[in-house]
């Protein structure tokens, strides 16, 4: 089966820094990818890469067959299809929820105002927040903006979610809720690649888990195989000090 999103021997410097080197992923479409890894191992750039946050400096990410740094889809397209979760939920402070799950639709997707109001608000419902519409986001707690800044990613439909910490930034107690919105999304069949150290929900839910450390991926396989039976002393060794914790 031809690959969802295939990250073709990817790489990215910051001036003399190699943050990513030949990285190489094939997501089928309805998989959910975990990546684990030290801070600084250069997670967070694969993510920003994958939707041209960063400009890759090698390599090749290929969307549905189409190759995204050759032009070969817009820009704007692809953030359509491929959305993007933030650790700090990233929510415009000064709009109201159900305004920050409506806004991008309208702007981009040319929905009218009711349409997208009518989705927004069964977005929020999926998230279980249908009775906070009208609330600005500070008067929420950090696991419900984080459901927001969900249901804001949702609104755009994409086909593909990347999810960059999203609870590292909560509460123990909030943690739940959302791991819970994005287990049912994995069960809806939502493609995802999660940057996460919550083993539970890896061990759970991801069909793989991948161990990246210094801009490599050290490993990689079913997250049974890799946190039980780890084959690299670098993934024993992080993996211990997770499991300490
Ligand atoms: P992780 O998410 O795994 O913690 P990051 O992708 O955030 O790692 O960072 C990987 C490395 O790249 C770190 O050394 C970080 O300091 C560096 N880095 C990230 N973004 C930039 C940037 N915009 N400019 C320079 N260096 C950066
Ligand atoms: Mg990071």
Request: a negative charge; one cysteine or more; aromatic letters at 6%.
């Amino acid at each position: 089966m031809s690959s969802f999103i295939k990250i073709d021997h990817l790489s990215k410097n910051f001036g003399d820094l190699e943050v990513l080197r030949d990285i190489n992923i094939d997501v089928r479409e309805g998989e959910v990818i975990c990546i684990i890894g030290p801070s600084g191992s250069g997670k967070s750039t694969l993510l920003r890469c994958i939707n041209q946050l960063e400009n890759p400096t090698g390599g090749r990410i290929i969307y549905n067959e189409k190759d995204i740094m050759a032009g070969e889809m817009s820009l704007r397209d692809m953030r359509e299809e491929v959305g993007m979760v933030f650790q700090r939920f990233n929510l415009f402070p000064m709009k109201t929820v159900l305004q920050n799950v409506m806004l991008a639709p309208i702007l981009t997707k040319k929905l009218n105002k009711a349409e997208a109001k009518q989705t927004a608000m069964e977005l929020l419902g999926k998230v279980g927040l249908a009775d906070k519409a009208d609330v600005y986001p500070h008067t929420l707690s950090g696991g419900q903006q984080q459901r927001v800044a969900i249901a804001r990613a949702l609104a755009m439909k994409p086909k593909a979610l990347l999810f960059d910490e999203p609870t590292s930034a909560l509460d123990p107690e909030l943690v739940g809720d959302v791991l819970e919105v994005m287990r049912e999304l994995a069960k809806e069949g939502m493609t995802m690649i999660v940057v996460t150290h919550e083993m539970g929900f890896a061990r759970d839910v991801c069909d793989r888990v991948i161990f990246m450390a210094d801009g490599y991926i050290v490993e990689q396989g079913n997250p049974e195989d890799v946190f039980t039976n780890p084959k690299e002393e670098r993934t024993r060794a992080f993996l211990s000090r997770i499991l300490e914790n």
